[in-house]
């Protein structure tokens, strides 16, 4: 038994917490029909949990060096990890419960009833804070019972504190049906309200070392397939995007209203950093691309995912052991909405093994492909697939080298065929698309068509250069030609970032004229330094 929460003690629970999610994940996934019956809280708390472990697992005990006490400096670690990877709503809203625990507790001397009681309260108002439109019946509506049964205790014994907040937290989760009537109509509780119960009750067990009393929860009747009404959180938006975005407080208070402007569901938090902060931003819309540029004109957004919500499998009454899913690495807000219309979960480019292994797991699927879109990011994909495997999900990769060959890839997808066949399908599609960029020479090279300078247009297919010219359309045109010169019936055209106005209806107008019975798709990708990517099946 313990008289104070120690940092022994924190990494105790955080660790004992996860176990406890990853037991119930399954569980709290099929509860989730709130604010979208999307079927992955479990999944999106585990993700977030596992990121505040793996932070204090980096740490090795190192003594504090920011003036926190060791406790406190252990809640700060396991709160900026548990922002980082904080995944969905549910995520993002725990992230910023573990940031005011830390925050209330980083000076304090000894964590006893009372100054955890405190912390808790602390939490409460940093979770309603961060959510634009608080809605009760759900996370916050039970953090807000465990922190005012805590506070009412009234006691020094922590471990009468933290046994009052479980017990109110459990109680506060019966009665989310009774709060929103989605939950009622489902025969739920609320997922997220879920979780919490399950954190708080690890953190019992971790105080008192006795197992919590845990009260059942509120009846549950089978739901019909994706009939949850959603109370906020508008079905007229139909994509979730989220992202870290590196910016300072000033560029937030901007970003919070050009979003809400977008949609709902807003939650930013941060990290409580210097002038510029980390920030999780997670918000439900329709025009993904001016989401993620109201992103990159407040600071520096990375790690983005796009979901599209209609994309998303109506849960089965069992276990989903034959679920299918894509996961696509692109660049280019354009690209990312085009993914995500194809119902592919969107990692930014250049990802790292564990950002893959993430998006795969946070599937939910049972059966992943992968489309890494470049070759550098190949080896990375074939890592997280084998890492995957050890976790019992398969995984897949076709080694897709550019956006218009995945394109190609999904437009086949076919879920009544085995997934062995699928991916050998999707595979064989992206074969059979020729792909070429076009950009502008950085400095002077010997190329095998022959010398370039600085500020040159270069035509690279199959990520050789085969042409070198010095107007960007002539070399678009160029490049175009020389690839329906080998066949061809559909063209499909990205334009960039910085492509100039009307580069792609040029092009289209060029191969209209040139190639009559050559079908040409032409679309904004937004991606860096390629003016035009080319796709010709």
Not at 304 to 319: E, G, K, L, N, S
Not at 353 to 375: C, F, Q, S
Not at 445 to 450: F, P, R, S
């Amino acid at each position: 038994m313990l008289d104070t929460l120690d940092a022994a003690a924190v990494r105790r629970w955080c660790a004992s917490g996860l176990a406890a999610l990853q037991r119930h994940q399954g569980e709290i996934d099929d509860l989730n029909v709130y604010p979208v019956p999307d079927g992955d809280t479990g999944t999106n708390l585990v993700l977030t949990v596992t990121s505040a472990q793996q932070a204090l697992a980096m740490d090795l005990d190192t003594l504090p060096d920011d003036g926190h006490t060791p406790h406190g400096h252990t809640l700060r670690l396991m709160a900026q990890g548990a922002l980082l990877g904080a995944r969905g709503n549910s995520g993002v809203i725990l992230s910023q419960i573990l940031r005011g625990l830390a925050d209330a507790l980083a000076a304090v001397p000894a964590v006893r009833g009372r100054q955890f009681a405190a912390a808790l309260a602390t939490a409460a108002r940093a979770a309603y804070a961060a959510v634009a439109q608080p809605v009760e019946g759900t996370l916050l509506t039970v953090v807000a019972a465990a922190a005012g049964a805590a506070e009412q205790a009234d006691s020094d014994d922590l471990r009468t504190v933290v046994r009052a907040a479980a017990d109110a937290a459990a109680r506060a989760l019966a009665r989310t049906p009774e709060q929103l009537p989605a939950l009622a109509r489902a025969g739920v509780v609320d997922a997220g309200g879920r979780g919490l119960c399950l954190l708080l009750d690890a953190l019992v067990e971790v105080v008192t070392g006795e197992s919590p009393r845990q009260p059942a929860p509120a009846p549950r009747a089978l739901r019909p397939p994706v009939t949850a009404v959603r109370e906020t959180g508008s079905p007229a938006y139909a994509y979730e995007v989220q992202y870290l975005l590196d910016a300072t407080d000033e560029a937030v208070v901007r970003l919070r209203g050009a979003l809400a402007a977008l949609g709902d569901s807003l939650v930013i938090v941060g990290d409580g950093g210097p002038a510029v902060g980390t920030w999780n931003v997670h918000v439900h819309v329709n025009d993904v691309g001016a989401a993620i540029e109201a992103g990159v004109v407040a600071g520096r957004p990375h790690r983005i995912t796009v979901t599209r919500f209609a994309d998303q499998p109506a849960p089965p009454p069992a276990p989903l052991p034959d679920g299918r899913a894509a996961v696509v690495v692109a660049t280019g807000a354009g690209i990312a909405e085009l993914f995500a219309a194809e119902g592919a979960t969107v990692v930014p480019a250049n990802p790292s093994t564990g950002e893959l292994l993430d998006a795969i797991r946070a599937t939910g699927a049972a059966r992943v492909v992968v489309l890494p879109n470049d070759p550098n990011t190949q080896s990375v994909a074939s890592t997280a697939a084998r890492e995957a495997h050890a976790l019992g999900i398969k995984v897949s990769v076709v080694p897709t080298r550019s956006p218009v060959q995945a394109l190609a890839a999904l437009a086949v997808r076919d879920p009544s065929r085995r997934f062995s066949d699928d991916v050998i399908a999707m595979a064989e599609a992206a074969g059979a698309c020729r792909y070429a960029e076009v950009c502008h020479a950085g400095k002077e090279a010997l190329t095998v068509a022959g010398p370039c300078r600085p500020g040159d247009v270069l035509a690279l297919v199959e990520g050789e250069v085969h042409l070198i010219g010095g107007d960007l359309l002539d070399t678009c045109t160029a490049v175009v030609d020389r690839m329906l010169g080998g066949g061809g019936e559909l063209v499909t055209l990205l334009c960039g970032a910085d492509a100039p106005a009307g580069l792609a209806e040029r092009v289209r107008e060029h191969v209209e004229r040139s190639w009559p019975f050559v079908e040409v798709q032409a679309y904004e990708g937004g991606q860096p330094h390629y003016p035009l990517l080319v796709g010709v099946e």
